[in-house]
Each structure stands twice: as C-alpha cells, then as structure tokens.
C-alpha cells in the first residue's frame, strides 16, 4: 500500500493545461466507468427534503474553549458549539429537531474527517462526537453511522476511536483501494471511495488552513481530495476547476448535507500539513450547507491571520482560492462575499 504520507504529495514536473470550467459543465453528469454501475446519484429518503440556505454561514466563538497547551477542545466546549451552530443555522429550538433538518433518520450518513495535518491539525474528535451525537438524537441509527478518511494514519490523528463513539459507528478508510467503479470529471479520471457512496448522506469536517497549491483547503477540499484514489493528478492551476468539477460529480454533490467546520486552531501559512510556527488558537465552529461560502470564509480568515503576522495575503502571494470562483459557476454555492449571509454568536 502506498505511504500514507504521501497522499497528497506535491509533485514536481505539475502538467499544463486544465479544462475550462464550460467543458467540466458538460462533463459533469456524464460518468463514464469501466466496469460497474454509471449511477453514482444519491437521493434523500422519499418525503424528505434536507434543508439547504445557499450564502448563510454561522460562526460560534467561544473563549476558553481549548484545554491548556491550545491543542485539542474542551469536549463540554465542542458540544455545546457544535450543537449552538447547527440550531442557529437550522433556525430550531433544540438539537434533535435541528440536526433533523439535514438528515432523516433512514439516512445513512458518513462523515468525512480530515486528519492530513496530522495529530494537532486535524478534526477533532471532540467535534466529531458532537456531531455524531447529533446526527443519532436526530433519529439515525448508530449503526447506519460511519467516519472515513483515506488512509488508517490520517484517521489516527483525530483521535477518534471505537471507545469514545456509540455502538455501531464504523470507522473507516479507503487506502486508495476500496473504490467506485472509474468515472470522469473534465479534468480527468477518478475512483470515489465505496465508504462515500454507500451513505445517501455526508457531513464534512474540514479545518481553517492555508494551502501552498490552491491557496486554502477548507470545505470542499476536504470532500473531493480525501474521497478519491488519485489525489494527486487534481493539483493543477491552484486546483481551479478541479476541485469544482469533482465536487460537482454526483457521488459528492448528491449527498452534501452540512460542513461542520472545526475551527478551533487556524493555519495561515504553511499547509495544508502542519505548521506549528504558524499555526493560532481560534476557538469557533463554522456550519453551512454552502460549502463555497464556508470556503469564502475560512479563506478570509487566513488572509485577516496573515495580515495580522506582517504577511502578504492569498491573492498577493499569487495563491488566491480561484476554485471558489469555479465553484460558483457551476452552481455550487456562493464566493461572492458581498452575498454571504454570516451570522456571529458568542458563547459565554
């Protein structure tokens, strides 16, 4: 099996020549396999129509959320957080009727981690065990349950673990092997993972963290890089249109329900692996159904890091998140910031 390691390694000799973002639109539905089914197509639980607010953005701050050293959260903190964001952005009054707006309990819903920053950048398990506690008060089965990253020592790093989860929760890596049948995006082909495609939901836990190729890594990133086999053959031209078009295939767009991002510590230089020197406590939790304005967000906050340390921001780096604007286009969310709808709650 390949290192782990090397999983999104940056490749020297990056080939010319993406695809225009008009040729990606009439690629995206067209999902050439090999072998296996062409239908990659999730579909809600009949009567059931996720709640979906293209643009909002809801942030919850909280002081003293982190454990002394400024590494991992309180998990009272990441609790209380995780379950505030969701209820301000579902509008409901309590967490099983708020999670209950994204997910059905007939769902089977996965939850994409991100451990490539390793131990002290990585999801949280505190956050990820809120949210599976409240995908579960929302009707879900544990059973019907699943947390996945690539590769065992990427899902290592968030600490999560058997022990800490309700019976029944599996957790799970596709290591570049249990995969989809091959389909294509404009800019290539790929294989999604089966931990992906066997739920009819997803939940994203992406992170606040400067990338030396695309600029950030956020949201999007988190689902479309760490669900694939080839990671690596999408690095092109700052990741623009790629990260858009495989985003835009049905195995991901289909079951995007929510993005939980973990905010906790943020990364403005350096990444997206960590980078101790240049890595801050933030202690917030952002959530959206819109993942291009969650990315638009966690990209400003980067560049508010980066000004603050005496640093060039994205765009004069020669690393703006042109993937959001990709994105956009292709009728993802929304990048234009004067549209987003972000809403601030400070927890005390």
């Known amino acids: 099996m390949k290192d782990p390691m090397d999983r999104r390694s940056f490749l020297g000799g ?75 952005l579902s509008g409901q009054p309590d967490m099983a009727q708020a999670w209950r707006a994204f997910v059905h309990p007939s769902d089977r819903v996965a939850i994409k981690v991100n451990g490539l920053g390793l131990r002290n950048m990585s999801s949280n398990k505190e956050t990820v065990e809120a949210i599976v506690e409240g995908v579960i008060a929302a009707g879900v ?44 995006v404009a800019s290539g082909r790929t294989w999604y993972a089966t931990a992906l495609l066997e739920a009819t939901a997803v939940i994203g836990v992406p ?14 990133k988190n689902m479309t890089h760490g669900s694939i086999k080839n990671p690596e053959a999408f690095h092109r031209h700052l990741c623009s249109p790629q990260i858009a078009e495989l985003f835009a295939h049905d195995a991901i767009r289909s079951r995007s329900r929510l993005h939980v991002m973990d905010a ?15 890595r801050v406590p933030f202690e917030a939790v952002m959530v959206s159904t819109d993942p291009v304005a969650l990315d638009r967000i966690g990209a400003e906050i980067v560049d508010q890091l980066r000004t603050a340390h005496h640093m060039t921001t994205l765009a004069q780096r020669g690393l703006p998140p042109r993937y959001l604007e990709s994105a956009q286009t292709l009728g993802l969310g929304i990048s234009d910031r004067a549209r987003i709808d972000l809403r601030v709650t400070t927890m005390t």
């Open 264 to 278: 906790f510590k943020a990364l403005y230089h350096g990444g997206p692996r960590d980078n101790p020197s240049h």
């Open 141 to 184: 089965p544990a059973a019907q349950v699943s947390i996945y990253e690539q590769w065992d020592g990427f899902l290592s790093c968030t600490r999560l673990n058997a022990r800490g989860l309700p019976a029944g929760v599996r957790l799970l890596t596709h290591g570049g092997t249990r995969l989809s049948a091959e389909t294509r």
């Open 207 to 220: 992170l606040v963290k400067d990338h030396s190729l695309c600029g950030f890594t956020g949201a999007m």
């Open 14 to 88: 990056i080939a010319a020549g993406a695809a225009a973002v008009t040729a990606s639109q009439e690629a995206l539905g067209q999902h050439r396999t090999a072998t296996g089914p062409s239908n990659f197509r999730a579909t809600p639980p009949a009567g059931f129509t996720p709640m979906t607010i293209p643009g909002r953005v809801v942030r919850v701050n909280k002081a003293g959320s982190l454990r002394p050293g400024g590494l991992f959260p309180r998990p009272e903190a990441a609790r209380a957080m995780v379950h505030r964001a969701v209820q301000e």
